[in-house]
Nanobody
Framework: VQLVESGGGLVQPGGSLRLSCAAS????????MSWYRQAPEKGRELVAT????????AYTDSVKGRFTISRDNAKNTVHLQMNSLKPEDTAVYYC?????WGQGTQVTVSS
């Protein structure tokens, strides 16, 4: 099983980033997928979840209206579009499929 995140980086406040997660080694369409994040010296936080077919999504309150999770079951990928980024969004972002985790991608929001 592999989950490989990409798309992180340094962005100014108000900017946008699109994270991607490429999945392999399991039946992707059978799993709800989530993005978590972990800021320095803080616990891991659930950011967004999308259902197996993509028809249902959920977000933590702090990102509602700014972040959008999506998936492409034909390509075994899940994305997180992040707009209007704030310094408090700075964290390592992780792709998750229940017991499976990616290695994370760093997002830094700073001027």
């Amino acid at each position: 099983v592999q989950l490989v995140e990409s798309g992180g980086g340094l962005v100014q406040p108000g900017g946008s980033l699109r994270l991607s997660c490429a999945a392999s080694g399991f039946t992707f369409s059978s799993y709800a997928m989530s993005w978590y994040r972990q800021a320095p010296e803080k616990g891991r936080e659930l950011v967004a979840t999308i259902s197996r077919a993509g028809g249902s999504t959920a977000y933590t309150d702090s990102v509602k209206g700014r972040f959008t999770i999506s998936r492409d079951n034909a390509k075994n990928t899940v994305h997180l579009q992040m707009n209007s980024l704030k310094p408090e969004d700075t964290a390592v972002y992780y792709c998750n499929a229940q017991l499976f985790w990616g290695q994370g991608t760093q997002v830094t929001v700073s001027s």
